[in-house]
């Protein structure tokens, strides 16, 4: 019989072993689903793990996608690590993408390159005083973060739909819900020709850096810290929970809202209903992947990314539906939740003595 | 039961131990914490497996799968924490673990009829947050005693009871035993064991390590099969008293969670280089006063708690701990140290001298000051690392202690100092405290253990129901004072305050 055991302590092998092994399950599982819709299953892996990395251009959309998810991972990153359940990262994702729009609206043919500084401060802005409410609700009325950051998103949506049918609808776009084409000026700089990568890549992977100083080398991080792992203990050393709380919903409300202004000022170019593709959900499988850790998420991030670009493909090539890359996230997200076990249990074989307690439990 | 073996993933809690009750006899289980008592009584009641060993029932042999079998053989257990719903009254807590089929007022009549024999004074009507924690314990014994037993189990019974309430215990407990139920009595205080058992089984390690009648035995011969030595003796050395460093002044504090304790106007002055004892019942506002006092609750008046001078009311622990008020919690892990991070991370809690300009942690001058700590207050642990969840209960307060003595508090704040500590670390960190004493701090202790209070303090307080008693010298404290006093009977004798107790009011 199948046993567990308590381990005396977690084990550092599988905390990097079974993010790896949740892949395999991934790709196990995917197998079957292909051959269960009577797809040929090594086609069907080829669209998730070998179109999206075979040309310097298909690596590009890669990272084109991997930008916005790392961004906003790296922010939920420090929410989650302080115990504050962010879920509301998409709407944050979304205002940051209506302020950066608003900005960018205002460009017209003189305006200067510096106005990108403006469109992305303004993102970063919109982000964080979106994810103010629920930080506000949470201090002032002690209101539920999780509930109130996901309903937000919902809110934000329809901000961003009644602006495009309405107020910022262009009017020389036939109509179509959407804002008029942002100003060439406005254009995010791109890394090189022919690729749509943009200085967004590196600003994440500054970000990456900047949290884990923020996170191992800042008294700051480690209070912040403190507060998720055990809340007694951080009142004990005085450190303040409220900041904890705001910082952490700015931090990443912030980061998300980035994300939003680099979208629309980089690969979309306009405000349309189109602009939530659920980044913001992804991102938190992203960012349990990647433990919570910086360096973690990098790779979660490019795993993900190839999750939404294989979904795509399998959509136009293989003639299967859009829900495919949700049902990857979703599969790889439970066969880590799975997989986690084997970091505080032991497997073991055959009977053991806690057989009995576990009958009284 | 003969040859019991009990393996945990990473200690064998119980090694071919052997054990025997006779009818209506006390059979008294001794051993320091963690010597495997309480896995024991957890077989015997079914809630534990063992790997090995058999046990025999009145001759036959049994396997008692769960607590219900237990039950159903006439074994019944009184758990050291209790297991009552707060806010249902006496009578149905007690109808909760028996026969459904019987009605409430049956259930209510058998309680005051079984209260009436053994002289167990409940209200079976009053809701139990009510009840005092002696009165709590009261409704687990009937719980117990109305399935009839034919052995009770009891579980350090009396670490929440006042001395006299230990006494009422005992009457009842020997009754008992001239009816013939036999009762396996587990604790590590030896005086009680030598006033109340027939019988003793010491464990020491998980093993055996001796069986005896305690009433023909010492205090020293006892501890030396419990721990294998004779305690150390401390040194106490007169008081060299300085000015005040802690002023508590008609502290009052609304509860901050439904079944905590208001506090009612404490008074309170501690002075560098004497040690002042709070004795009580825990529950008793004991927790809330710490809150107060260590900057975690920041409700009181600013003037209500001066910390050198200074009104620090409203100051939160750091400030507090800037002012050389240093805390050592009741609870290491969760409040004192966070469970899974290391040693060296678990300084940064009240330490700061590893953290540089804007708040840079100089990791490696982190490390070494854990070291140091490791070092001088000979912590067993694997290293700077090593997370604080894998010490054991005494190291990690050997750890705790050490972070703030090693801070050279100007007052050390100190509660529960050796609860669930082995007595080896106990007298260390004993003597730590002494040391730091006269050395000139000013230290509160705040303690459920008399003995460790009467070691420790030149002045006693005691704390009952959110109220402090005026302070007695320790040579005029004695158990039976004290103990009449944490059931908050001092006004009866107002003509007796001490001069120190005076000198404190003014």
Known sequence: ?361 | MAGITKRYPAVVANDQVSLTVAPGQIHAVLGENGAGKSTLMKIIYGSVKPDAGRMLWNGQPVTIRNPQEARALGIAMVFQHFSLFDTLTVAENVWLGLDKSLPLAEVTRQITETAAAYGLDVDPTRPVHTLSVGEMQRVEIIRALLTHPQLLILDEPTSVLTPQAVERLFVVLRQLAAQGCSILYISHKLHEIRALCEACTVLRGGRVSGTCDPREESNASLSRLMIGAEPPQLQHRPAQVGAPVLQVQALSLERESPFGTDLHGVTLQVRAGEVVGIAGVSGNGQRELLYALSGEDTRAEPAMVQVAGQDAGRLGPGQRRALGLHFVPEERLGRGAVPSLGLAHNLMLTRGEAVGRGGWIRIRALRQQARNIIERFNVRAGGPDAAARSLSGGNLQKFIVGREIDARPRLLVVSQPTWGVDVGAAAQIRAEILALRDAGCAVLVVSEELDELFELSDRLHVIAKGRLSPSLARGEATVERIGEWMSGLWDHEPAEATPEAARVEA
């Open chain 1, 1 to 361: 019989m199948l046993k567990l055991e308590l381990r005396p302590q977690a084990s550092p092998v599988w905390s990097v072993a079974s993010p790896l092994l949740a892949l395999a399950i991934t790709v196990v599982l995917g197998s079957l689903l292909f051959i269960a819709l009577g797809k040929d299953p090594v086609r069907g892996l080829q669209m998730f793990f070998w179109e999206p990395v075979k040309s310097n251009y298909a690596l590009g959309e890669l990272m084109v996608k991997a930008t916005p998810l790392l961004l906003i991972a790296l922010g939920l990153a420090v929410c989650f690590r302080s115990n504050v359940w962010n879920i509301g990262a998409e709407g944050q994702f979304v205002l940051g993408a209506i302020c950066a729009g608003g900005v960018a609206l205002l460009a017209d043919k003189e305006s200067s390159r510096w106005i990108v500084l403006g469109i992305l401060l303004a993102g970063i802005a919109g982000g964080m005083a979106w994810a103010g409410i629920t930080a506000f609700l949470r201090d002032r009325f002690n209101a539920n973060e999780i509930l109130v950051s996901l309903m937000l998103v919902y809110v934000a949506v329809q901000l961003l739909v009644w602006l495009v049918f309405g107020p910022w609808k262009d009017p020389g776009g036939y109509n179509f819900p959407q804002s008029k084409t942002f100003d060439a000026v406005t254009q995010v700089p791109r890394l090189m020709k022919g690729s749509r990568v943009s200085i967004g890549l590196l600003i994440a992977l500054a970000g990456a850096a900047a949290l884990w100083i923020f996170l191992f080398r800042t008294r700051a991080g480690f209070a912040q810290q403190v507060g998720g792992l055990a809340p007694a203990a951080a009142r004990y050393a005085g450190f303040s929970s409220r900041k904890a709380l705001w910082v952490a919903l700015l931090v990443s409300g912030g980061a998300a809202g980035l994300a939003g202004a680099l979208e629309v000022a980089g690969p979309v170019g306009q405000l349309t209903p189109y602009i939530p593709v659920g980044y913001g959900f992804a991102a938190i499988i992203v960012a349990f992947v990647g433990r919570l850790h910086p360096v973690g998420m990098v790779f979660s991030a490019i795993l993900m990314s190839m999750f939404y670009i294989g979904g795509e493909l399998a959509q136009s090539r293989m003639g299967l539906p859009k829900s495919i890359t949700g049902l990857f996230q979703g599969l790889l997200l439970f066969a880590l939740l799975a997989c986690d076990t084997l970091m505080v249990y032991r497997v073991r074989w055959g009977k053991t003595a806690d057989a009995g307690r576990k009958a009284v439990a």
